[in-house]
């Protein structure tokens, strides 16, 4: 695949990237596109601005809100008064530098800007030189920079527009701060404010809009979304001649599915959905999706909006209350899992007319996990024998949530469904797994083709542990189980030279593994096929015979 | 005796800058609502489990220890040293002196060494690291410098130009029962006593406030229970209660 910028090499060697020395404003640009008023409007933040006339203009202050800076500062302040992770965290930052090689967005990139403790400090001077006494005060004799305070100007906003995109809130700085200084609490700070002098990112806004509109980030509507499941009811049939059901409003159901909406359409997101649905029909679980709620992801985290990750979760908890469900499940999605499984209770519970036995909200691999080591699932593996699996752990599951009642168990659950399922698996390089995992590079609201190049140099600490183990231990495949890490993957893989196909859902594999009740055999499906085939063929010519005959009976008639 | 008030002003002054500097920080930190449950995880799932987790930060660094093997080193070297020293110190003031005090009284000299060579050692990393150096501000230079020359003045006094204790002490006890004592007017004690004092007045406008800091940072401190236990920000709760989407809207 051609590339227009330089993608960084990999070798495959002990899969550890080699840290590289500093390129200043290696990746300074102008950020992604910015948002129009109208979709801004739609979230509720000020529309006073004007929208800049060529990308050269982004951050100028002639296309900002009114008094700009005065409203910047305001919600600044603002906002570290309601959040006690950024007032803690813009203070107590040592500069000793633990973060600085941690940031897959640095190690691709080379911009210093992008190393963690940098990206935080865009933000940290300002509030030094407006909010605290040493940087007032060298502020007054002319030497903020003494203690590292800055003015807020126009090339300040810019800066924060641009490397405050450049961060997918992945936390992996935070695991390694001795203090737990987590940078994506600072980018979401940095969008909220800048949301609110009229830099909004038009991919988080527009999809959020269509969220708000129609229930789901694609804007997919009711009707199209049932066509769609009837499609996949059809696949699944056509495939083990069983009927599985993907309902959609099923009244009184007793589970809630909430998936990534890219599960209905994208792949190998949509393999994983008929592996849900397969799982649960096996198990004789009733369940049903919701047209209202048919989306698990909330934009409302990456730009740090609490207001409208709450308004986005709302939708969850009235469609569970519409449907009458007794449980909510959530798909496989990284970010979708961690306001599940951390905000919701927060931001739409409590959640007390749901059956209190179960966990609320519970995850997939909460119910496939236990059903595979009970032997309640009937699978054989060698239908994985073709691959030799590794596994992408999401930085949103591993760093920002849990599954089972253990810490850590968002490592082993995951890790277990594979094995079960495949003979073939092998972890890849310790410091890349695990709670030390490397964002795939496109989380966290930078899944858009307008940051296509940082995307794809963030990938690379990824794609370089990946590459030691298809060199050295034969894997084939990667599962994920996070709609972006899954569409990132697939779009990025093949500027570092691997197949885009590679790239497999967990529930994937568990459906390709798994045999239903009264799942037909492949020869018995053949022989299925072949008599659909030949009774389509003889209906077909029957249909031509008639159709001759006709004619020419016509063309005697006339 | 000039020399003693002035120090004596000097001392109360960081003193409550110091007390009630760091006391308000503490009251914002304390205040500041965290509206989300955002402990990295894995974390801890019982309040013990985070005690823990917070001992192993506070005591061994243990993420630092993950992330910067050399950097650990160098920052448990200054940060033990520096304890000890402090610790050690307490005899200017104490009468009678506890038995832990007269205790590390041996380890002071070799503290003081090991102290000075693990701030030099953090310095050369911000001189030579290239990415240590790009985030590095003139303060955290002069801070690093600050501590050295404590060291140094301290370290001065201990081998080259002794000083008289007895009358710091009383100098110090003398500060206690607010009873203007005098100070030897030694050059080497009064520049150690001023850095000392300077060190005391930024702790609570710089980033020394990672000392009480980390105590309240949300991504470790917080138990991993979010489901089992809702967890709601007072300015959060109050949109619930009206029924409001947007902050802006409340009554
Ligand atoms: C709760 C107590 C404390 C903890 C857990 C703590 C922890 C740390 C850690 C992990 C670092 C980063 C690594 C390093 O450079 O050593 C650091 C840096 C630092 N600490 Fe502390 N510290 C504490 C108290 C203090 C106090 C009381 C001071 C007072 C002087 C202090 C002064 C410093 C300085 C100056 C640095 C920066 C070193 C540099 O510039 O490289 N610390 N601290
Ligand atoms: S590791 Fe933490 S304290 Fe150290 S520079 Fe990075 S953010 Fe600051
Ligand atoms: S949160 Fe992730 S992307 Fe952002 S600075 Fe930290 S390591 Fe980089
Ligand atoms: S997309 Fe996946 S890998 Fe990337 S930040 Fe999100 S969870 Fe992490």
Redesign the pocket.
Known sequence: MAADYDVPKITGEDGIVDIPSLQPDAMKGHGPWVSKPEFQEDMHFPTDFTMPESIENYGDAGTLVENWKERALDKMGDLKGRYRSLQVFLDIC???GACTDKCHYYIGSSDPKNMPVARQDLLRKVYRRYFTFAGKFFGKIGMPGFVGAAELTEDVVKDWYNYYHQCSQCRRCSVFC?YGIDTAEISMAAREILDHIGMGQKYCTEIMGKLNKIGNNLGLPEAALADTLEGLEEDIFDETGVDVKLPLDKKGSDILLITPSADFFAEPHVDGLMGYAKVLHELGLDWTLSSYASEGANFGMFIGSYENMRKVSLRIRKAAQDLGVKRIVFGECGHAWRVAYSFLNTLAGPFDFLDQNYPVPQHILEITEPALAAGKLNIDKSQNDDKVLTFHDSCNIARGSRMGDKPGGQFVLPRNVIKAVCNNYVDMPADTIHDATYCCGGGGGILTDDLMEIRVKGAQPRMEALKHVTDKHQVTHMAAICAICKSQFTKVVPYYGFTMDMIVSVHQLVSNAIVLKGQLTEEEIEARDAAEEAERIAAKEAREKAAAEKAAKESKDT | MVVGVIYAVLFWTATLVLVLGVANKIRIYAKTPAPLKIPTTPAPVTQSGVFLRMFQE?FF?KS?FRADKL?WV??ML??YT?LIIVLRHFRYVQEPVWGVIQFVQPFGIYAGFLFIIGLLG?MA??IFIDRIRYITAPS?IA??LL?ILIGVSGLMMQFVSPTDILMVKAFFRGLITFDWQPLPSDVVLLVHLGLVAA?MLIFPISK?L??PG?FFSPTRNQIDNPREKRHIAPWAAELEKQGKTYLDELD
């Open positions: 040592v500069k000793c001795p | 506070v660094f630092l950097l160098l920052g200054f940060h520096m953090l990393r911000r955290d801070m690093l501590l060190l020394l990672h000392a980390i």
